[in-house]
């Protein structure tokens, strides 16, 4: 046994590499004969090892070039922000970002040339730019002016064309008139708190963004001045990227490229990218502005819904409601707060609505039915959703979402509401039915159409009996004829006893006989 152990420990000596653990070069030995036997181990002196402490200088985040791999492109989303900073430029970038989470997009650069704009826009902007997981980026080209660099400020990475321009960000009221200054200090503190958030992994970011905001702070490195008290900062493109501090560090830009493309074929490497561009329409131009009165169409359509049910056949009514309801749609589409599904169910709705007024009337279910889907389409149309780029974090839906949609909801409602009401008091036999409705129908004058079937129904105080629960729809049956009717105040059981009190446009109104 003794031998055996012998000859693996030899074994197992010869067959060790020369190389160690550690990469160092070990001597060759001479392995001399064995001797079995008691043997002493010499105690060894293990000497202690010292650690030098090490200084770690900070670094300079520097955007690096990926060499060529044999790994998919990355894709890169370019979203134009161009002209004044509002609604319109809300909704591109809103829509540009949701689009690059659903579709797994790993850059978004911001193609901008701005001369500022709203500060809440602004903030909305800034905000949204931190849903992005991905790279988000700024070429300047040209201007990044007031309101367009505190967006610009927000993206990690900030890129200049050869003209490029950012800064002068002083808070103005829209006519161009200095803001009170109690709200000013408020605005540019909260401003400044912003920023110092978004950039604190950026050395000099929020200063500079500050010296492009407050003619009273003094922008200085070192021994330079860079910006002096009583003016406001604004930066060229060499400017943006000049190097200050030591170790040194840019003070604002990544680099001046002609182009977007440039730019990343020194980000990534050439062919190592696929630009996805953004592109807004004509089309699209004119239906985002009318996002901003969205509550006013959804009214306006109920409205002439409402008087398209209130007159014979169909018309200029039916057609103005229903193009109002699709401009409201279309316009939440192209805002980047709608799909398809939200017109899918207002459908399905408006189908339920009609099977409860023609085929089936006085059961409820199917216009309660149709009402709640149709109102919840219009809210889910205007719930501002974005989706959850990690599986297993659930929906993401806040109480926040639904706060200013259900405000716009209830405001449209009551217009619709309110209208209707008011055309129930004052339209009917009034000059604007005369002139609005066709003074003929079905080959005759619309007035003598209508009073001669008023005439066939039956007249008020004849007696007849309910063929169906009046809840508050139904049939019933008088002198052998079945009609449309309604009760006015609650509900009538079927094979009740009715009475005639008289008659709308659409059925006859009447009340129970109690026994």
Not at 219 to 234: H, M, N, R
């Amino acid at each position: 046994m003794v031998t055996c152990r012998l000859c693996l420990l030899l074994l197992t000596l010869f067959c060790l590499p020369q190389d160690g653990l550690l990469a160092q070069n070990v001597a060759p030995t001479t392995v001399e004969p064995l001797t079995v036997g008691p043997t002493t181990v010499e105690p060894t002196s293990v000497e202690p090892m010292t650690v030098e402490p090490t200084t770690v200088e900070p670094t300079t985040v520097e955007p690096t070039t990926v060499e060529p791999t044999s790994m998919a492109p990355i894709d890169a989303y370019v979203i134009p922000i161009t002209g004044a900073i509002g609604t319109p430029n809300l909704y591109i970038l809103r829509r540009g970002l949701k689009e690059a989470i659903v579709n797994d997009v790993g850059i978004v650069i911001l193609d901008m040339d701005t001369p500022g704009g709203r500060v809440d826009i602004t903030l909305e902007m800034m905000e949204m730019l931190d849903r992005f997981d991905g790279i988000t980026a700024t070429y300047v080209n040209d201007d990044a002016i007031s309101a367009g660099s505190f967006i610009a400020a927000a993206t990690q990475e900030i890129y200049f064309s050869p003209r490029g321009k950012m800064g002068a960000s002083a808070v103005i009221q829209g006519t161009g008139e200095d803001v009170a200054e109690t709200a000013k200090q408020k605005i540019e503190s909260y401003l400044r708190a912003n920023i110092r958030v978004m950039t604190e992994d950026y050395p000099y970011r929020s200063d500079v963004v500050r010296a492009m905001l407050d003619a009273d702070f003094e922008l200085k490195i070192g021994d330079e001045v860079i910006k002096p008290v009583g003016e406001l900062l604004t930066l060229t493109a060499r400017e943006a990227v000049k190097e200050y501090g030591d170790p040194p560090h840019k003070l604002l830009g990544e680099g001046i490229y002609e182009s977007i493309e440039d730019l990343l074929d020194a980000r990534f490497g050439e062919g190592n990218y696929a630009i996805r561009d953004f592109e807004v329409s004509y089309s699209e131009e004119i239906a985002k502005w009318m996002n901003t009165i969205a509550p006013l169409l959804m009214g306006l359509g109920a409205l002439l819904l409402f008087i398209e049910f209130k007159t014979p056949g169909f018309g200029v009514f039916g057609i103005g409601g229903l193009t109002f309801l699709g401009i409201f749609f279309a316009s939440h589409y192209v805002a980047g707060l709608a799909g398809n599904e939200p017109v899918f169910f207002f459908l399905v709705g408006v189908l339920l609505l009609l099977v409860e007024l023609f085929l089936f009337p006085g059961t409820v279910v199917f216009a309660l039915s149709g009402l709640a889907l149709m109102v919840g389409s219009l809210l889910w149309t205007m719930v501002d959703y974005w989706p959850v780029p990690t599986e297993g974090e659930g929906l993401g839906l806040t109480a926040e979402m639904f706060a200013e949609p259900l405000v716009s909801l209830i405001f449209g409602i009551s217009i619709a509401l309110g209208s209707i009401l008011l055309a129930g008091r004052f339209f009917k036999d009034s000059w604007m039915e005369r002139n609005l409705v066709l003074e003929t129908a079905a080959g005759g004058d619309g007035r003598t159409i209508r009073d001669e079937r008023e005439s066939k129904l039956p007249q008020a105080g004849r007696k007849g009996v309910a063929l169906t629960t009046l809840h508050p729809g139904g049939r019933v049956e008088i002198d052998g004829q079945r009609y449309e009717a309604h009760c006015s105040v609650g509900m009538i059981e079927c094979g009740a006893s009715v009475r005639v009190v008289g008659s709308s446009d659409f059925d006859l109104i009447v009340e129970e006989i109690s026994s």
